[in-house]
């Protein structure tokens, strides 16, 4: 048997501890220094915007006056916006994880197809708002109206969708499907009544993302000649639009030359992240409601 000096044990052991504790405390670190990046940021544009934000601001148009521009156009195009970019997301997605999960055979194809959706998670926005002009603006001749631009952003999103709701389509024990075969139902009832109730709160999980990484977004956007001065208001699918990043990008540039923009567009901003955030608390209320049910 061969003996093992007690000290040796012993120093390694506090070796181990130590090297635990520095990679404690440096997590730690890293941690409180981007709490204290947001905070400095946060309160910078508070500072900055919180006091031009009033009816006037909300509910008004773009103007070349500091004092008279409104954002109620840009706040209706990011609504709109959603209004697209959420049902198209959300159906093609999850339909896309369940064919590839209960559907398609296991093999070289369905492999392909899966690294090829997670590769296209980490492909820059603004290759999306070339396809976009490309497919939907020019060959498709709509123009840079709301479709268009949801549809872009759909294609953006999409791959986070897929991958969430295949995640969560995954993590659902095999053992529910199965009883379900065996009590006689076939697939599609099983998918229905078994997996997508289970898997919903992992696919609204992914849904968040998406939603958020889709309203804060503007290079594609921009890419499809999506206008920052806009007078009238929209009020279609068909009709033409701005939205809350675009305009804070464009009264960002402006600032250069009139300090006031730079006002505007810090108001703009925590209209934008009371937007993201009453979007996001909507949908965890609904995945914590589901998650509870299943």
Known sequence: MKYVDANVVQKKMSSRVLINQMAKGLFFLATIFGLVVLAVLIARVLADGASWINLDFLTGR?????????IMGALLGTLWLMLVVTPVTMFLGVGTAIYLECYAKKGRLQSFIETNISNLAGVPS???GILGLTVFVRTMDLGSVVLA?????????????VVASQEAI?????????????????KWQTIKNIILPAALPGILTGAILSLSRA?????????LGIPALLIPFPGGLMDRFT??????????IDSALVAEYANL???TIIILLLVLFLLNSTAIIIRN??????
Do not use: C, N
């Open 62 to 70: 773009h103007s070349s006056d500091p004092e008279k521009a409104g």
């Open 170 to 186: 995954r993590a659902i024990p095999s053992h529910l499907s199965e009883a379900s075969f065996g009590l006689g139902a076939t």
């Open 126 to 128: 603004i290759v999306f």
């Open 149 to 161: 631009g949801g549809l872009t952003m759909s294609l953006l999103v999409l791959p986070i969708v």
């Open 243 to 252: 939205i809350l990043p675009v305009q804070i990008y464009y009264w960002t």
């Open 289 to 294: 409601k589901f998650q509870k049910r299943y």
């Open 265 to 267: 567009a810090a108001a």
């Open 215 to 223: 309203i804060g977004e503007t290079a594609p956007l921009i890419v």
